[in-house]
């Protein structure tokens, strides 16, 4: 095993950070490795809005579901999802619709996801801690009503970036046969149930004792609390799926 | 600059491979690498189905449009997007509807991407080489059957990993002033002319000559060969995301 491998294998999210802010440097070397990222035919069909302004973290913060953590972390990356520059330079040689079709929208999230992955790599590789928010998605239309965001283009997640100053326990994964199939799709429910109590073990460890769950109960609440509205979110927003 | 962003930095696409095989040792390092990456809420919305079989591997390379390198890597992955698990724990409990909003589309999407280039910065830790096969959503009803993907599964790109056996020209991308924006987005018309005459210089040196375009023609020629499928695909597959 190597020094990346072992990184990128010791990730934990953080959410607490020092006061220390992220130098132009390290913000360089972030983004030229999150755009060194591979992307679907070149498209490029992401934005990141890097976010330093302390009001504007606030109200962020607030709208991903009174997360303090966005408006803490010195810098806040919203990763977009973009097909409004595409479509400024399909227009250039053509009068062809970029989106009402699934594919687009499809591309433009995964570009989102590989350039940002990239960037939490590289900033983790710096000292720096991550933690994905997916909590903008509770208030889409107000988060991209915020950040400016033109019509085909949806933000996707965020990203706090700062110093950790916190060290959490490794939050252990479903085991590698429930994730990984050789060949063909093989359908492991044992693997859910083995996995339910390895986090039932995790919780009671990460909370003393006080919390008894498992992780399809996680996933069972999870799923009684569903974003309904980013359908018309999307659709408002130019993107028509479907 | 530090090994690690140096080698993100250095990324590309590696579209020939020596005969060398990956080894389990490396398959195992590099799944670990996907699984630590970052999920949503922890749902890990993902699976990778790992193909060395020689026959299915030429059947994939056909359907993904004639991509000989499918079928001549040692290991070709194709990450999918995965409910199916999700549902099955959620139903251990409730009988919550898992999909029928984008959200849950989205969160599966994105799992699976960030799983991914977590594999391939892992891989290339390693001294292996990869390539994003977007051309699986060419025939994804075929893809799925051929892999025996369940509802709620579908397959969002391949991956093709090996010894690198070529030695490509980076390809240049978009200014960072095209995709990064500071507290608010900024239409940034003058990138995209800008990148279009890097590209020309690109394209005819890695031609020698021969080719004269830009990012912009090619972004229209894309836009004229829409995948309109997948639309459907996807509501076969399952996914109601409108």
Not at 167 to 181: G, K, N
Request: glycine share 6%; with cysteine.
């Amino acid at each position: 095993m190597n020094e990346i491998i072992a990184l990128l294998q010791n990730h934990r999210s953080i959410r607490k950070f020092t006061g220390d802010p992220v130098s132009e440097a390290q913000l360089s070397a972030i983004l030229a490795a999150a755009q060194a990222a591979s992307t679907s035919s070149n498209m490029q069909a992401y934005s990141v809005i890097g976010v330093t302004d302390a009001e504007l973290k606030k109200q962020l913060a607030v709208l991903a579901g009174n997360q303090a953590y966005v408006s803490e972390c010195p810098l806040f990356l919203v990763w977009c999802a973009d097909l409004h520059r595409y479509e400024k330079a399909v227009r250039l040689h053509a009068d062809t619709p970029v989106t009402g079709n699934a594919e687009n929208f499809i591309v433009a999230t995964v570009d989102a996801a590989l350039a940002a992955q990239n960037a939490a790599v590289a900033a983790e590789s710096l000292g720096l801690g991550v933690v994905y928010i997916g909590g903008l998605r509770n208030n889409p239309a107000e988060v991209s009503r915020l950040l400016g965001l033109p019509q085909l283009v949806y933000p996707v997640f965020g990203m706090c970036i700062g110093m950790p100053d916190q060290e959490p326990l490794h939050r252990p994964r479903l085991p590698r046969e429930a994730v990984y199939h050789e060949n063909r799709y093989t359908d492991n429910s044992d693997a859910i149930l083995a996995y339910d109590e390895t986090i039932r073990e995790y919780m009671k460890e990460r909370t003393l004792g006080k919390v008894d769950t498992t992780w399809s109960k996680e996933m069972a609440a999870k799923a009684l609390r569903p974003r309904e509205h980013m359908k018309s979110f999307l659709r408002m927003q130019g993107f028509e799926i479907d």
